[in-house]
């Protein structure tokens, strides 16, 4: 998001705050309004308040016992997404973090999905943050989250989504889940 901000015209620093999941802004006033930024903001799937002491991460997901989901990457470790497809069923690698807004309403899809979907296999990986061995070892040119890396039932069929296109989601893992 930070990022994001910085090349927004009268910005003239951003960053973010992890510990405290607030935004902190420079600009100047006769560019942009504090409305606008709020409103792009918005835009880019996340919930602005004005002033200090306001932040907070959405709870996070939880996931059924009965779902096949597992971490792969808890810390920020690299991954060997390889090693961790599963036969038989379309396999979701899903890079988020827990200061990622869009990231929850992706897993909130893929809960619904997963209901009533047991060909589906969920690994999650937590990026932290951009400096991570995971971030450096995928997300160099994706810039942003969520990220899923998608692989068909026989895993020879990769998809990337980048971003809350929760709709993309839906259709591929049904084109995928239908596929022989």
Known sequence: ??????????????????????LNIKY??????????IQRVSQLGFVALKGPGKGAYL????FLPSMDVKWVSK????????QHLVAGKVTVFDFSAKWCG???????ALFTWLKSHN?????KINVVDWST??????????GQLPYLVIYGKKGKTRVEIVGNKLDEIRETLKR????Q
Do not use: H, W, Y
Not at 6 to 22: C, D, H, L, R, Y
Not at 119 to 123: D, E, I, K, M, S
Not at 133 to 142: D, G, N
């Open 28 to 37: 100047n006033p006769k560019l942009i309004t504090v409305d606008q930024m």
């Open 59 to 62: 709870p996070p997901v939880k």
């Open 133 to 142: 061995p995971v971030a450096k070892q995928f997300l160099s040119t994706i």
């Open 1 to 22: 998001m930070a990022r994001v901000l910085k090349t927004e015209n009268g910005v003239t620093q951003a960053s973010f705050e992890k510990n405290k999941a607030e």
């Open 75 to 82: 810390k920020g470790e690299a991954v060997n997404m390889k």
């Open 119 to 123: 060909n589906v296999a969920l690994r």
């Open 176 to 179: 995928l889940g239908q596929a």
């Open 102 to 108: 869009p990231c929850k309403d992706v897993d909130r």
